[in-house]
């Protein structure tokens, strides 16, 4: 099977890894080859209005993009090009925000701890119409709320996760807004409700939080 792929990562030696990986893991009877890659948001919108491809895989987190990343740029994804298979690489393990990547409307959904060794098979089990979640992202979706709420991890709401994600990463609440497309009263307010939700006092927990959940990559 032929497939023009894109690669999007804000990390070029992650890209310049799964280019290596795609075309050593290629069969006698695949025809991979990656015709675009993207470091953020904004350069993997504008690649895809030119490029024809066949399928995407793509970071959740990469900051540095006017137009935002995570939730809001798979929104646009499937906005402009819904019929595009997404596969996303993340190494997010927040419950609802994983479930929030599914319900997004992605292909696949792997950790990049464990690309190496399922991406191939999520490429191939992808462009044949269908879905694959990684084996260490399946045993967390299967959560039941009970053991979920255990974890701290239903807490949140996934808009509330996010805002955290992008505060902890250096963006102000004025430049998530802009980002989200809501007021910086509503921001605020989801910072806010967060930060007590999970009890934390500072910035400097803010940041302890999204790293232990691998919300900044």
């Not at 999007?8 to 795609?22: I, K, N, T, W």
């Not at 044949?128 to 709401?157: F, M, P």
Request: proline share 4%; net charge neutral.
């Amino acid at each position: 099977m032929s497939l023009r792929i894109a690669l999007s990562d804000d990390h070029p030696v992650v890209r310049a890894g799964v280019r290596a990986l795609l075309e050593s893991a290629c069969g006698p009877s695949e025809a991979w080859q990656v015709v675009a890659e993207a470091a953020n948001g904004d350069e993997l919108l504008s690649l895809l209005a030119v490029t024809p491809v066949d399928l995407l895989i793509t970071d959740f987190s990469m900051p540095g993009s006017r137009g935002g990343d995570g939730l809001t740029l798979l929104g646009q994804i499937r906005r402009r090009h819904p019929q595009l298979p997404v596969i996303v690489l993340t190494m997010i393990g927040n419950v609802p925000v994983l479930r929030a990547i599914v319900d997004a409307g992605v292909n696949g959904l792997l950790d990049k701890a464990a690309a190496a060794t399922e991406l191939p098979q999520a490429v191939r089990t992808v462009a044949h119409g269908r879905t694959y979640y990684g084996e260490a992202l399946r045993g967390l979706l299967d959560l039941d709320g009970r053991q979920a709420g255990e974890r701290g991890q239903l807490a949140l709401s996934p808009r509330e996760t996010d805002v955290l994600r992008l505060f902890a990463a250096g963006h102000s609440v004025s430049q998530i807004a802009a980002q989200l497309h809501r007021s910086k009263q509503t921001i605020s307010r989801q910072k806010t409700d967060a930060m007590l939700k999970l009890g934390l006092k500072n910035d400097l927990e803010i940041y302890g939080y999204a790293r232990s959940q691998g919300l900044l990559s």
